[in-house]
Nanobody, 127 residues
Framework: QLQLVESGGGLVQPGGSLRLSCAAS????????IAWYRQAPGKEREGISC????????MYADSVKGRFTISRDTAKNTVSLQMNGLKPEDTAIYYC????????????????????WGQGTQVTVSS
């Protein structure tokens, strides 16, 4: 079964950094728009960043703009999310998702539009 695998989560102090990675072994990620979502306890899953199939377009939620950076590594078939200036409110399970979409990307789409999801990686920001 085709799937995505996230890695790189962990425990970090406020102000610290983490780099999440989304990988796929059975298909090419550059054939899909890729988005990162997160879900905190008791809250809905929210889109925070995405990158288009070509890599030429990226989007960020206001809550992470200026702190997080999404990027592709086509050679490694991965999409990364560099997270700097982490805050306690960034604590959540982070998921990557793939959508067959010819152009652009969006962080406001319903979760059902995505073709594949990963199992998630926990990010905890605490002193």
């Amino acid at each position: 079964q085709l799937q995505l695998v996230e890695s790189g989560g962990g425990l970090v102090q406020p102000g610290g950094s983490l780099r999440l990675s989304c990988a796929a072994s059975e298909f090419r990620l550059d054939s899909y728009a890729i988005a990162w979502y997160r879900q905190a306890p008791g809250k809905e899953r929210e889109g925070i960043s995405c990158i288009s199939m070509s890599g030429g377009s990226t989007m960020y939620a206001d809550s992470v703009k200026g702190r997080f950076t999404i990027s592709r590594d086509t050679a490694k078939n991965t999409v990364s999310l560099q997270m700097n200036g982490l805050k306690p409110e960034d604590t959540a399970i982070y998921y990557c998702a793939a959508q067959r979409r010819q152009s652009g990307c969006s962080v406001t789409q319903k979760v059902a539009v995505y073709d594949y999801w990963g199992q998630g990686t926990q990010v905890t920001v605490s002193s």
